[in-house]
């Protein structure tokens, strides 16, 4: 059970996230949350057109499955109304997710968004 659980968090990478195929969303999300899903992702990608994530840690325990992972990109469309930049970034994120029947029913995470922002050149970075 353990490994199937962290087999539908990295099919979300790996197909969902990376491979841009949000069609497949709705093999790996719960009907609750899907749409909801596929809509932030298409929002992102538009924002980060070359959006990739790479997993450096997945761990299960019962129906949760928590997972660290890399996030980068280029700034190529808007981002919280924020117009493009051009500059790549690279973030760590963390996170908490709910798995059951073999989809993902619940998340949360926590990301480095003041790195992100600093990365864009949307933030200043201290000195």
């Known amino acids: 059970m353990l490994d199937a659980n962290k087999a539908v968090v990295r099919r979300m990478i790996d197909e969902v996230i990376n491979q841009g195929r949000h069609d497949i969303a709705d093999d790996v999300f719960s009907p609750q949350i899907s749409a909801q899903v596929k809509q932030a992702f298409e929002v992102f990608r538009s924002a980060f057109p070359d959006w990739r994530e790479d997993i450096e840690e997945v761990v299960a325990e019962g129906n ?64």
């Open 64 to 127: 949760r499955v928590a997972a660290r992972f890399r996030c980068s990109g280029t700034h190529r469309g808007e981002f919280m109304g924020m117009p493009p930049t051009g500059k790549a970034m690279e973030v760590a994120e963390v996170f908490f997710l709910t798995v059951v029947d073999g989809k993902i029913v619940d998340f949360v995470g926590v990301e480095d968004n003041l790195a992100r922002l600093q990365q864009l050149g949307l933030l200043p970075t201290p000195k």
